[in-house]
């Protein structure tokens, strides 16, 4: 049996890992959304979606221009937001190299052993960069836009006064001597940010691409097994309690009843196949914690490939590179405004297509949420084309804004409230040992809800509601095909036991003779309903019962 111990730990773990794809995923969309309605030239949205995803951009898009700079200088302009967008995440992965490096120090000295300081010292190599990964892909669609917009200009006064303007700040010119050097410094950022964080990932997920595959390999399976394990938790016929049953039933019968039940729950062929389940899950979680012992670099780069199978685990880097096509390349392109949106509509609607044909994500229910937040991207886009037309003078119609609400609220709210649904597991494990009759009055009512909300929902959508990895048999996992057919079979057993309940506690016994070796006990005075229906049978079956 697990331990407590290990149940939090798996929680956690668990936790962790989906609120982190979440958060990648709502980031993404909202950033994205950001700069279509923003950036893109020409186009225009319902008033009503604008308010709304300008609500949104507070909490993903860094605005400095709100900061009072002026308070400090006499003036401030594109310039400026360019060195402060570029050079403020270099201090930021500066400031987690010297914490690495003073943390190194400390570990050295303070611990004797080699191996134990070599150790420790992996594993906060790990940590930093897994945190410094995170906050890359925080910041890469905001300052990859910033450094294009660098070389975004407005050339239609060319004709009149022979210059062009950068449409980021009217203020500045292109042929402005003090521009041309910033332009050759962002040229240097593009290949820092926009080309080296992508060409970086993907070197290192090459590096790394067996152990990579090996450790998502596992995770796949592990998380496959532990969701047949749920489903044949579900399907288990629950012990009953002598207390619950009914009243008329006598103290003898009772005893027998429990006796019977404990002896079927040790025979019964779907708690034989839940142990082997719980083997097989203990046997992939030992080789899981080997692997990322012996390779715990796996662990700082997990933001790149945690959230995708072994054969997808390059898909970060697709997905870097279709975001800064969408939020930067595709408004500063040389083409008209129906180009611009055409191209960013066939790079979304590709992603889409492969988002639904390749279904990447380990878990079903990351999947679900890509697919909407892309859609809800593409379904933005289209309204932004319709309004380049002359013909549909619509665009603006209120339908088209509630449209695209509706969408970006469901991607946004989705994710939540499945963080929302792993957090309560944790807590409930956590302070209250995972028992739900010892939370509080009004947290079991809540629990209550939520439980009814999700049996509709399981019955709407055979595929259910939570984040469950994809069922995919391979030709190593020999078993599930089997316990499949035991949760098919369990299914029929109840259904047949639930057709023999209205007999429980019917049985009226004033003759109780059991034998040891037997382990059977002859019942006698049935009721008389029964008699009548077994009348035609054998006569020394009518009147006895095996236990």
Known sequence: ??????????????????????????????QTLSKITTLYPD????????????????????????????CVVSSTNFHDKLLIMTLGPLVCIAFIVLVYLYQRRQIMNNHSDDVDSVEKVEALKADCVYYALVFVYTIFSLVSTTIIQTFNYDD?????????????????????????????????????????????????????????QQLQGLVFKLSEKENLKRKLQNTMTEPVKILELDKEMT????????????????????????????????????????????????????????????????FEVVQFIVTLFLVAVAACLPVNSGSVVFLALMASGGMLMALIGWQPYVDSGDDRDACISQM?????????????????????????????????????????????????????????????????????????????????????????????????????????????????????????????RPYRG???????????????????NLPEDRKQEDGGQDKDSSTSMSV
């Not at 019917?506 to 006698?524: A, G, I, K, M, V």
């Open 1 to 30: 049996m697990r331990t407590f111990a290990s149940k939090l730990k798996d929680q956690q773990e668990r936790f962790s890992r989906q609120i982190l794809t979440k958060y990648k995923i709502v980031v993404k969309l909202l």
């Open 43 to 70: 186009i225009t949205f319902p008033a009503v979606f604008l308010q709304v995803a300008n609500k949104f951009n507070i909490f993903v898009d860094l605005d400095i221009n709100i900061l009072p700079f002026n």
């Open 156 to 212: 239609r006064l060319e004709a009149e006064t022979g210059e062009s303007y950068l449409i980021a700040d009217y203020t500045i010119r292109e042929s402005d001597p003090d521009h041309q050097a910033y332009v050759v410094y962002a040229a240097l950022m593009f290949v820092v940010y926009c080309t080296g964080i992508p060409a970086v990932s993907f070197y290192m997920l090459c590096y790394y691409k067996p152990q990579i």
């Open 251 to 314: 103290e003898s019968v009772r005893e027998v009843r429990l006796e019977s039940d404990v002896f079927a729950e040790s025979v019964s062929p779907e708690r034989r196949q839940l142990k082997v389940l719980q083997a097989g899950i203990e046997s992939f979680e030992i080789k899981k914690k080997e692997l990322l012992e012996k390779t715990p670099m796996l662990q700082g780069l997990a933001p790149l490939y945690q959230d995708y199978e072994a054969r997808f685990y390059y």
């Open 376 to 500: 809800t991207i593409t379904l933005t886009l289209c309204v932004g084309m319709l309004s380049l037309s002359d013909a549909d003078q619509d665009s603006q119609d209120w339908a088209f804004g509630w449209l695209l609400i509706f969408f970006t609220t469901a991607a946004v709210l989705i994710p939540f409230a499945m963080i929302l649904q792993l957090g309560s597991r944790l807590v409930l494990i956590a302070f209250y040992g995972g028992d739900v009759d010892q939370l509080p009055e009004w947290m079991k009512f809540i629990y209550n809800c939520y439980k009814y909300l999700m049996d509709r929902a399981q019955t709407m959508f055979p595929g259910g509601c939570e984040c469950v990895p994809q069922v995919r048999y391979t030709a190593d996992s020999e078993e599930l095909p089997k316990a499949l057919s035991e949760i098919q079979l369990t299914e029929r057993r109840r259904s047949s036991m639930d057709s023999l």
């Open 506 to 524: 019917r049985f009226q016994t004033t003759d109780r003779n059991c034998t040891t070796s037997t382990n059977s006990c002859e019942l006698s």
